[in-house]
């Protein structure tokens, strides 16, 4: 997949080929949970999962699993959100049980 979509009932209803699209939604409608697991098919790649309030949804892949995970933390809109991190590595900005900044 390029680019992020963002879905409801099986429609497009946002595209773009960067992350705007997500992230503009969600000024739309809250975001309620956050998904990031590791690509099954890359080890390093990573996948991101944004359900919103409305029940719209938006996929997103990432070149690197760490990266993700730190970008998903500097949403400062989404911190609200249920957030799940699958894929057992935290990111580049904290080392494992520790919280950036703390």
């Known amino acids: 997949?390029?680019?992020t979509e963002v879905t409801k009932a099986g429609q497009v209803i946002r595209k773009s080929r960067n992350?705007?699209?997500?992230r503009d939604y969600a000024r739309v409608s809250p975001v309620v949970a956050v998904i990031t697991d590791?690509?099954?098919?890359?080890?390093?790649?990573?996948?991101?999962?944004?359900?919103?309030?409305?029940?719209a949804?938006?996929?997103?892949?990432?070149?690197?699993?760490?990266i993700m995970i730190d970008w998903v933390r500097n949403r400062r809109t989404w911190r609200g959100a249920?957030?799940?991190?699958l894929g057992g590595d935290m990111g580049y900005l904290t080392k494992?049980?520790?919280i950036a900044g703390a």
């Open 96 to 98: 494992p049980g520790r």
């Open 82 to 85: 249920r957030i799940n991190h």
């Open 38 to 55: 590791k690509d099954p098919g890359n080890a390093v790649r990573g996948v991101l999962l944004v359900e919103y309030a409305d029940g």
């Open 19 to 22: 992350l705007r699209a997500m």
């Open 57 to 66: 949804e938006s996929r997103a892949s990432f070149a690197s699993h760490s």
């Open 1 to 3: 997949m390029y680019g």
